[in-house]
């Protein structure tokens, strides 16, 4: 009972939480508060009411349109929601029912708006970053706290840290010196640091190989279908929070399958 209850709660405050993470998507790249002012059509400017905010619905009940202009929304919007209420429900099943959920969530919800602004302008705000890395701490003292948070110790955590940031940063650096480019952007660095507080070394190294497989798997169908040019660039961040989502649920059954 108390489990459904709480998937109920997740796929609430997920959609919830996803029609923020519209806003952050959509702000910080132009540098705007995320705060305020409120929220508004981006091209007739009129501000926008309850039934143009319910989460998923609303894009729906107004056929993809703004009520006011009539100019098409984007499905991004619905998408995005729907894919941070997904997020928040795989983590009360995956991960377990109970408030430690709640940092998790948080983490969730900062990969979303990440994988999406590095997809749409190829940076990682450090703002963002921040937040993660302040809920990856606080997901670590609860662990001390409170023996029956599944959380990394301490040292596990920082030495997760630096296996997530460690091997970029040197790739970087070595693609730098012998091709005269850059490898991997600084932002991916400090984005697998702080995905190591949350995972430990071992998940983190885990997420890097998933983000890799994957990474080089859709870089590959693109190449040969010629939707991208051999030497382009494609946002790798997308790919690390596939990987930290998924080594975060399923790293360990795969790491008991390996050894």
Same mark, same amino acid.
Request: with cysteine.
């Given at each position: 009972?108390?489990?459904?209850?709480?998937?109920?709660?997740?796929?609430?405050?997920?959609?919830?939480?996803?029609?923020?993470?519209?806003?952050?998507?959509?702000?910080?790249?132009?540098?705007?508060?995320?705060?305020?002012?409120?929220?508004?059509?981006?091209?007739?400017?009129?501000?926008?009411?309850?039934?143009?905010?319910?989460?998923?619905?609303?894009?729906?009940?107004?056929?993809?349109?703004?009520?006011?202009?009539?100019?098409?929304?984007?499905?991004?919007?619905?998408?995005?929601?729907?894919?941070?209420?997904?997020?928040?429900?795989?983590?009360?099943?995956?991960?377990?029912?109970?408030?430690?959920?709640?940092?998790?969530?948080?983490?969730?919800?900062?990969?979303?708006?990440?994988?999406?602004? &590095?997809? =749409?302008?190829?940076?990682?705000? /450090?703002? +963002?970053?921040? %937040?993660? #890395?302040? !809920?990856?701490? @606080?997901?670590? $003292?609860?662990?001390?706290?409170?023996? &029956?948070? =599944?959380?990394?110790?301490?040292? /596990?955590? +920082?030495?997760? %840290?630096? #296996?997530? !940031?460690?091997? @970029?940063?040197? $790739?970087?650096?070595?693609?730098?010196?012998?091709?005269?480019?850059?490898?991997?952007?600084?932002?991916?660095?400090?984005?697998? #640091?702080? !995905?190591?507080?949350?995972?430990?070394?071992?998940?983190?190294?885990?997420?890097?190989?998933?983000?890799?497989?994957?990474?080089?798997?859709?870089?590959?169908?693109?190449?040969?279908?010629?939707?991208?040019?051999?030497?382009?660039?494609?946002?790798?961040?997308?790919?690390?929070?596939?990987?930290?989502?998924?080594?975060?649920?399923?790293?360990?059954?795969?790491?008991?399958?390996?050894?």
């Amino acid at each position: 009972m108390l489990e459904n209850l709480m998937k109920i709660y997740a796929v609430l405050f997920g959609l919830c939480f996803g029609s923020f993470a519209n806003v952050v998507i959509y702000r910080i790249p132009r540098g705007e508060s995320i705060v305020s002012p409120p929220s508004r059509c981006p091209q007739c400017g009129r501000r926008l009411t309850l039934i143009d905010l319910i989460p998923a619905l609303s894009w729906l009940i107004l056929r993809g349109r703004c009520r006011y202009c009539k100019v098409r929304v984007s499905c991004r919007y619905p998408v995005v929601e729907i894919m941070c209420a997904a997020l928040f429900i795989g983590n009360v099943i995956f991960m377990g029912v109970g408030w430690q959920v709640i940092p998790l969530c948080v983490l969730a919800f900062v990969l979303l708006c990440i994988a999406w602004i &590095d997809f =749409d302008i190829q940076e990682i705000p /450090d703002g +963002l970053v921040i %937040a993660g #890395a302040v !809920a990856g701490i @606080l997901w670590v $003292i609860a662990g001390v706290i409170f023996p &029956d948070v =599944d959380s990394p110790v301490w040292h /596990d955590a +920082l030495l997760g %840290a630096v #296996a997530g !940031a460690a091997p @970029l940063f040197l $790739i970087d650096k070595l693609t730098m010196i012998f091709a005269g480019k850059e490898g991997f952007g600084f932002g991916d660095v400090k984005l697998m #640091a702080m !995905a190591g507080l949350f995972l430990g070394w071992q998940l983190t190294l885990v997420s890097l190989l998933f983000a890799v497989v994957s990474g080089g798997v859709l870089g590959a169908v693109l190449l040969a279908s010629k939707k991208v040019k051999q030497g382009g660039y494609m946002p790798f961040g997308p790919f690390l929070a596939v990987g930290i989502i998924a080594s975060l649920w399923f790293g360990e059954k795969f790491i008991g399958v390996l050894f």
